[in-house]
């Protein structure tokens, strides 16, 4: 910084300890974040001679071809961590790299995967969707008949019930942000609304749930009450314009918005209409959590709302003292987020963060705080707060609610945060 | 259709002639659309003997492994249509397949490209963005300083301004959505705002303009004005998430949200602030086009109001009278698309389609309006309307406005209309 600049920014009020700054503030003060001075480009660039900046060889030629469909960059090693690589006989899961993003939606080639077996391979002429059992018609569908259906688009989030549950371990476990809150991501979504087809079909009054069954060899399978089905549930078709992709349930799945993960049961192909929860080993064994002292939980859905920060995190090691954006993700599978608040100083003080627009239902939405770094060691939090009233919570109050740590433990939407040190590197602690 | 259900669908009003229905007419009412009874299934599907439909192959063992990116099915063909397939020195463009895709987002794979030699194979670390010219203080940034600015998420669309030329052709020319409209996009967009960068050089009040320049072999540069770059201009980084794809501009672009494609400068390199523009080629011989008599159209920007259908269109045949859904895109460079209008009678009568929320400013809609097709020949077109009153024009307003056709005439947003014949086939007509 030259000490004009540094001058300037001394005068920027914070509005929370450590150097957390209002958007605002910055409109118009003409501070210095990180652009470096070029020396001898004046006003004029018109000859080479007062060109600092060589010409890069890829500016001296004709590019590359356009490829039929567009991959990254060679650059970017930009790619989901997976469990299961060699895809043994167990459960597969890759994770999406949030740190290496930005914005809110997630590629479909890095959207999250948890899969008992990988992905079948479905001959979308041959899949067929199913709905029956208390209904006055059952009936079936292919792939041409659901396309003559009104449709409808939305964007939303899906997170496993089980992102996250390092956590509630005892001691901070030192991963990144992929690992921990990698199984988590965003699409826009398109498809029928199942209310459609159940209409069509005709709901016997006695059933009040329905399973829903899919086409993978361990037939997933999930019993989920009637009135979600007829509020917002969708079979999805597409996902961020195309066919869904294959580890996402291609050609279609059932998209439950703000509800755990594995309930969106993927490569859909049965819908059963019954009076009461199938007890499926995904509701029993699985997906069901003992909490504080005898207490189960059990047939709980919407992901409680959440935030964490990608920027700065684990692995992203900030070069020196100066400006920084703090960015992160925001959520909540009951509803809109209201509000984010940051803290620098592990929770003592707090900053309201600004969020991109749209703030959309049971989608994620970017929180962004600009932030002057003094070099020394600070505890970064956020902690997010929904339309529904509901407020992310610390890691006492998750402690008093749910007992001591011990694994595995779902739902866990507790406060995440990350210790920066002098060198500008980040640790996951408990604070 | 049974008699039951044709009787329950004789009782839906219309709300325009040839069969477009209004969407909340639909509801409750059990229309039969397009699913199949299913014989034999009824409330008990235990036993296998009492499923009609086979155990599918790839539901009898365990699934293919997930790779760190993943890719779409193997069984879709959806891929961009390529003018110049093996990278002849001349100009590449590459079609968004919107007839295939629904929703609003263009996975990135998918985006359109206009690029005058390719892409250029840019190495991150070493491209620069330098800000000189009418300024206090040039500077240069480097991927790594740009990270520490204050960022901001938008959805914008992209057009291309010579996309649908074909529309002011003498005749209709018979191609697809594709071919006739696929010079557009839409993606989410991350990136620093321009005015914050600039604010930070310091622009010198005698500077109205800037010059954005390219790293590409030509050196794509356009003229801008201030004003623009000031509002809503933003160095875009991240493109749905992920970097932006290396014919997108990697690793950054300029975004000029509603503003022709051309001017959103890809692989951006050297901004220059000057007095008036500089009279580049893309703005004398390239992107002006001479209008009704003696006039000629130069530096005029944001894409028009407009709207296409995309189902049904060429080359999605209807399979037999019944129940379909008509949807297609609706946009505006000058704000939010405020309405949609559809005419299934080549324009006698309309009804009002719905809209997908969020109806975002400067970013694609889509549009959608149940219809019941008699089986008839008939004629389909959409009609748009923006915030800021703007409608788009029919073919003889757009006549009127601009004298009589010839090629090449960009910046055209006349209404689409797609006959459809007894059998179902759709073809381009001038209506």
Request: a positive charge.
């Amino acid at each position: 910084m030259t000490s004009k600049q540094e001058s300037l920014s001394s005068q920027i009020p914070d509005v929370a300890g450590n150097g957390l700054i209002n958007r605002r503030a910055l409109l118009g003060r003409g501070v210095l974040f990180a652009g470096a001075a070029v020396t001898g480009v004046g006003s004029s660039l018109t000859g080479a001679a007062a060109d600092p900046l060589p010409v890069d060889p890829w500016s001296m030629g004709p590019g590359e071809k356009i490829p039929p469909y567009g991959v990254p960059a060679k650059y970017e090693k930009v790619v989901r961590t997976l469990t299961n690589p060699n895809g043994e006989p167990r459960t597969q899961q890759a994770r999406t790299p949030h740190h290496l993003l930005n914005g809110t939606i997630t590629p479909n080639g890095l959207h999250f995967v948890v899969a008992r077996t990988g992905f079948p391979d479905i001959d979308p002429a041959k899949h067929r969707l199913v709905i029956h059992g208390l209904v006055k018609q059952p009936l079936v569908f292919d792939l041409e008949a659901l396309a003559r259906y009104p449709m409808v688009t939305r964007i939303n989030f899906i997170e496993c019930g089980g992102n996250s549950a390092q956590l509630f371990s005892k001691d901070p476990v030192q991963q990144n942000v992929q690992a921990i809150h990698g199984l988590l991501s965003c699409s826009e979504w398109t498809g029928v609304r199942l209310s459609t087809l159940l209409e069509e079909a005709g709901v016997d009054p006695k059933a009040k749930w329905l399973l829903a069954e899919g086409a993978d060899g361990p037939s997933m399978n999930r019993s989920i009450p009637l009135a979600k089905a007829l509020d917002d549930a969708m079979i999805a078709l597409y996902q961020n314009g195309e066919r869904i992709n294959p580890a996402q349930g291609y050609p279609m799945r059932l998209l439950l918005p703000g509800y755990e993960g594995n309930m969106n049961v993927k490569w859909l192909h049965r819908i059963k209409l019954v009076e009461e929860p199938v007890m499926a080993i995904n509701e029993t064994l699985q997906y069901t959590y003992r909490v504080a002292g005898p207490k189960i939980w059990q047939f709980f859905y919407p992901q409680e709302v959440k935030s964490f920060i990608t920027h700065p995190s684990p692995g992203l090691t900030l070069k020196g003292a100066g400006f920084y954006e703090i960015s992160g993700l925001a959520y909540s599978g009951n509803g809109r987020v209201s509000k984010v608040m940051v803290s620098a100083d592990g929770g003592k003080t707090w900053g309201e963060a600004a969020l991109d627009a749209p703030v959309l239902s049971k989608a994620l939405t970017r929180f962004r705080m600009p932030w002057r770094w003094d070099g020394q060691p600070v505890v970064l939090q956020s902690r997010a707060w929904d339309e529904a009233g509901n407020i992310q919570p610390t890691r006492a109050e998750m402690i008093a609610a749910r007992g001591e740590p011990r694994a595995p433990m779902g739902h866990m939407n507790v406060i995440t945060s990350w210790a920066i040190d002098s060198k500008g590197e980040a640790k996951h602690v408990f604070a």
